[in-house]
């Protein structure tokens, strides 16, 4: 199982728990499986196309994902994702 | 390892040391025209340590994005402390420090406060602080030097 840490904005939707497991040989397939105990996590962190948010950073194991496979991206039972909505905005 | 939330603060105020007041003015008059943008962690409600960190949006007059990288590793060094991130700091270089729609949209943490310094005159730097959650927000009253 990988360990998925939870950032405060998504914690509503994880029963407020920091840390949660789920089963997958890629992130992709990992996050199916949160999803089916957190439903509400998919349209938070999944776009229209299926790709993960502009704006939510995955890390596997401390890389961006996006400089990985991205939601392919592949996981063991020892991988740590953790999930960070990106810190952006501006005046425009 | 931090397992449990950290808590929410309730802080109507926002207190800004001297140290932190010169390093907000100081990082905003050194990018202006350009967009700054820093991360402050520490205990909740309090800030520790600010970081001034690289705007990387493409669009850095009217825009800011921290790097992901940049972002994960203040985030590992607050968790290493037992800390949050408290404070998602930036400029709005030639406009009104109150937060526009993009920065609405995306503001993703709700436990920490989003300060936002006005330079449209670069020697009457105007601070605004405020939480944002779920869109919605309530401006703090700040307290600087």
Redesign the interface.
């Known amino acids: 199982m990988a360990t998925f840490r939870i950032?405060?904005?998504l914690?509503t939707h994880t029963n407020?728990q920091?840390?949660v497991t789920a089963s997958g040989s890629t992130l992709g397939s990992a996050l199916e499986d949160l999803f089916t105990s957190f439903p509400a996590l998919r349209e938070r962190m999944i776009d229209e196309d299926g790709s993960l948010r502009r704006?939510v950073?995955v890390?596997v194991d401390?890389e961006?994902v996006?400089t990985q496979q991205g939601l392919d991206t592949k996981l063991d039972d020892r991988s740590s994702v953790?999930v960070?909505?990106?810190?952006?905005?501006?005046?425009? | 390892m931090?397992?449990?939330?950290l808590g929410r603060t309730t802080a109507t105020r926002f207190d800004v040391s001297p140290e932190l007041w010169e390093q907000l003015v100081t990082l905003a008059r050194a990018e202006k025209p350009k967009?700054c943008?820093g991360?402050g962690i520490g205990p909740v409600g309090e800030v520790a340590r600010f970081h001034a960190l690289e705007n990387v949006?493409e669009?850095p007059i009217?825009?800011?994005?921290?790097s992901?990288?940049d972002?994960?590793r203040v985030?590992?060094e607050a968790e290493d402390n037992g800390w949050?991130v408290t404070l998602?700091f930036?400029s709005?270089?030639?406009?009104e420090p109150y937060?526009?729609a993009?920065?609405l949209a995306?503001?993703?943490?709700?436990?920490a406060v989003y300060a936002i310094i006005g330079m449209a005159d670069p020697d009457q730097p105007l601070l605004r602080a405020y939480r944002i959650v779920d869109a919605v927000i309530t401006e703090l009253d700040v307290r600087h030097p």
């Open positions: 950032p405060p904005v914690r407020e920091v840390q704006f950073n890390y401390d961006d996006r953790i960070l909505p990106a810190m952006a905005g501006g005046a425009a | 931090v397992t449990e939330p967009e943008c991360v949006h669009e009217t825009r800011y994005e921290i992901s990288k972002q994960l985030h590992l949050d998602v930036h709005h270089p030639a406009t937060p526009s993009t920065d995306l503001a993703g943490w709700p436990d």
